[in-house]
């Protein structure tokens, strides 16, 4: 995958990798490119890092649907009323997991040939760039006046001492060394390399990369995400049958559920009264009491957005709220058949116009249907009702009856905000407008609908993610070890001694060489390194040819 | 630093790769499969999974709890000691609750002489609601509300409930000894009853 350092070659070093290129000698001396073959070079081609950038590409184009269309996951409301609107596309779209983006086969491929590629770059580099930070500086070359950086002087000390002195020189500021060994003759010299912690930085990034990785998987694994509408008053136990929508990992159970249970006590939303943002959202707070455990103690928390509550390993983030208008349903026989808050979902027209369905199953002798808006602040413009701010300052429903079967005696589960008309007839032919506390009588004695008040609901995203952290965890180690790649650089210093050129005195000349150069010097400042260490060699030099020439 | 591995040691890298992106695929294809896989002492009822019994020994213990019925009556679970119970968890809007609905009143009608007793738990529902379903059912067994699922959540630390319905038979010693995850059937129920009774 990525390779924080810039492509480069080495002098030393003849042999860079090319992964990605098919090798001529991996094929069989026959020429013929056979399955084995095939397989390693599809295996190069997957774990190469042009593979990974363009799969990584791929994923993040396999997700734009995912937040263009409505997802059956997050919104199944909007999944249906994308349905009513586009009956001739919707189908199709289903038919290509696109209102489930990230629960389709297609998008699984994606991303499990992202980890394979992933994995399979990552692991062998991290045992190169393990070998790597432990190798010896090469041996010195033979013509140090070739490297970027040179120097050369004369000094009266033999080879041997001169060496022994520039590498305690070079060890003293840090070098890692390498001598001659019994390869070498008798051959003066000595190979000092630095920065080895950059190898350190660049195998820190790749090991925290791959723990990315495993804490996403742990995540998916073993983590959770559920959502709940919460009318006002009302309580939910963290249980998969109180849950509108729940999403488990592959390991995660009912019973692993943490068992708090949350009462929504009170919620009120603000919005600004005047001005170029009126009606905007000023505040939310949602009061609620939870307990941890069955039979605990009751605490009493304020969620808003982006201040979620933490209970029981989970988060409980609040993510959306509305209105639930009262009604009260009597049927033929007079008995109250519905009596209940009932939650409307705003739809995209503006200041909470909502919509929803009454269902009245049990109504005698017919069932019972309604379709209605909720409209917060009603203002009549020309016939119909608009809402003109998002707080419920002059709140009137506006209701279609109907009665038959609503079909939830028998076949699949419906959405509790669809009413399937069907096989059901309309009672009435316009729509009746109800302000609080009015009733609509419904013809033929079938009984009477009640708009007895409203209450706000909130809508609740739980998620337990246990992979968070260590995925914290791991990008900071990878930020750390990218900065310490890209900050520390890799430099080489050579000195040579040989005896030589004779002057004809007494004393013993020896030519010194040093040489000296950086690897990916992006930020610079080798120059100048070297020129300081050479006039310190130099000096130290000079200093032991003094001893040495006191001593005689 | 792009030291060339020898090809030995780079022959063992790739392998080590393949081995760990092996072992991410079989993790994979464990989990997907797990599902699947049974606990000890359960059987399932006529090769339906989701109609189960609990052999001896492996029944949880029902939790207690004590709750107010549809009618407004406090009603403790305790009081059923001694009795195998069915309980059904159910609720006026959905839609296989209503399905079951008159097996459930057949079966409770058969098995009351021989003293089976019925227990409903009226999940995430209304007062109002939930008796007039009770009504167009002929439902003459009681049922405590659950608007909050709180017992829910306790029977679920003991048995995987998933959803609603969800129907568990009590034994005469309050543990849970059979279970039918989703719509009840005549035959799954009866041959339960006949298996804890």
């Known amino acids: 995958m990525t390779d924080v350092r810039a492509p480069e070659t080495d002098p030393f070093d003849p042999a860079a990798e090319r992964d990605d290129q098919p090798r001529p000698g991996s094929s069989s001396p026959g020429g013929t490119f056979g399955l084995a073959d095939w397989l390693k070079w599809a295996w190069r081609q997957l774990t190469s890092m042009r593979i990974a950038l363009i799969l990584l590409f791929l994923l993040a184009l396999a997700s734009v649907p995912g937040s263009m269309l409505p997802q059956q996951g997050s919104n199944p409301a909007s999944v249906q009323q994308y349905y009513v609107s586009h009956p001739a596309l919707a189908p199709w779209l289903d038919r290509l997991g696109l209102f489930n983006v990230f629960a389709a086969p297609w998008f699984a491929a994606i991303y499990l040939l992202l980890f394979a590629s992933l994995v399979g770059c990552v692991v062998p580099r991290t045992f190169r760039l393990a070998g790597s930070a432990r190798t010896l500086p090469p041996r010195a070359p033979r013509h140090l006046a070739r490297l970027p950086r040179s120097a050369e002087y004369t000094i009266a000390l033999p080879p041997g001492d001169a060496v022994e002195v520039a590498a305690r020189v070079l060890s003293g500021r840090g070098f890692r060394l390498r001598r001659p060994d019994d390869a070498d003759l008798a051959q003066d010299w000595v190979s000092a390399e630095k920065g080895y912690l950059r190898e350190a930085g660049n195998l820190l990034f790749h090991l925290a990369l791959l723990g990315v990785l495993v804490s996403v998987a742990l995540g998916g694994l073993f983590g959770y995400k559920a959502d709940r509408l919460l009318v006002q008053g009302q309580s939910f136990a963290d249980t998969v049958s109180a849950l509108d929508e729940f999403h488990p990992g592959r390991f995660v159970t009912a019973a692993d559920l943490g068992p708090f249970t949350m009462t929504l006590n009170r919620f009120d939303a603000s919005y600004i009264s005047s001005g170029q943002q009126r009606g905007q959202p000023s505040a939310f707070d949602a009061r609620v009491t939870y307990t941890e455990q069955p039979g605990g103690p009751a605490r009493t928390f304020d969620l808003d957005v982006n201040r979620p509550l933490s209970v029981d390993g989970a988060k409980v983030y609040l993510i959306g709220h509305g209105y639930a208008p009262e009604f009260t349903v009597t049927d033929a026989r007079g008995h109250v058949v519905y009596n209940q808050p009932t939650p409307f979902v705003a739809g995209t027209s503006g200041n909470f116009l909502s919509e929803g369905v009454v269902k009245v199953p049990d109504a005698q002798p017919e069932q019972l249907g309604f379709t209605g808006v909720f409209v917060p602040t009603a203002v009549n413009v020309g016939g119909t009702l608009e809402s003109v701010f998002p707080a419920a300052d002059n709140p009137v429903v506006s209701l279609i009856a109907y009665a038959g079967n609503l079909g939830m005696d028998s076949g699949a589960p419906q959405s509790v905000y669809q009413l399937d008309t069907s096989a059901m007839h309309r009672l009435t032919t316009s729509p009746q407008v109800l302000q609080r506390g009015q009733s609509l009588k419904l013809p033929g004695g079938r009984g009477t609908i009640t708009f007895t008040g409203y209450v706000p609901w909130v809508s609740l995203a739980i998620t337990h993610d246990p992979g968070q952290l260590p995925a914290l965890i791991c990008g900071i180690a990878a930020l750390g070890g990218l900065l310490l790649s890209f900050m520390i650089r890799r430099r080489r210093v050579f000195v040579r001694a040989r005896v030589g050129p004779s002057t004809g005195s007494q004393r013993v000349d020896t030519t010194v060489q040093v040489g000296g150069l950086a690897r990916t010097d992006a930020s610079g400042g080798f120059e100048a390194e070297f020129a300081e260490l050479a006039a310190e060699l130099r000096s130290a030099h000079e200093q032991a040819a003094q001893h040495r020439h006191e001593g005689e | ?197």
């Open chain 2, 1 to 197: 630093m792009l030291r060339a591995l020898s090809p030995g040691l780079r022959r063992r890298t790739v392998v080590l790769a393949a081995a760990v992106l092996a072992g991410v695929l079989l993790i994979v294809v464990l989990a997907t499969g797990w599902a699947g896989s049974g606990n000890d002492g359960v059987t399932t009822v006529d090769g339906n999974a989701s109609a189960v019994v609990y052999a001896a020994g492996h029944r949880p213990l029902a939790p207690g709890f004590t709750a107010t019925t549809l009618t407004g009556s406090k009603l403790s679970f305790s009081s059923y000691r001694g009795k195998v119970v069915v309980l059904n968890f159910w609720g006026s809007w959905c839609v296989p609750c209503r399905e079951e609905a008159s097996t459930l009143a057949a079966v409770a009608a058969k098995y009351r002489p021989p003293g089976v007793s019925f227990l409903g738990v009226d999940v995430r529902d209304t007062t109002a609601s939930a008796l007039a379903f009770t009504h167009s059912f002929h439902v003459t067994y009681p049922s405590v509300s659950d608007q909050s699922s709180a017992i829910t959540l306790d029977f679920t630390a003991k048995v995987p409930i998933a959803g609603t319905p969800t129907t568990l038979v009590v034994d005469r010693t309050g543990h849970i000894a059979g279970a039918v995850f989703g719509t009840v059937t005549y035959p799954d129920l009866t041959a339960i009853l006949a298996k804890v009774g």
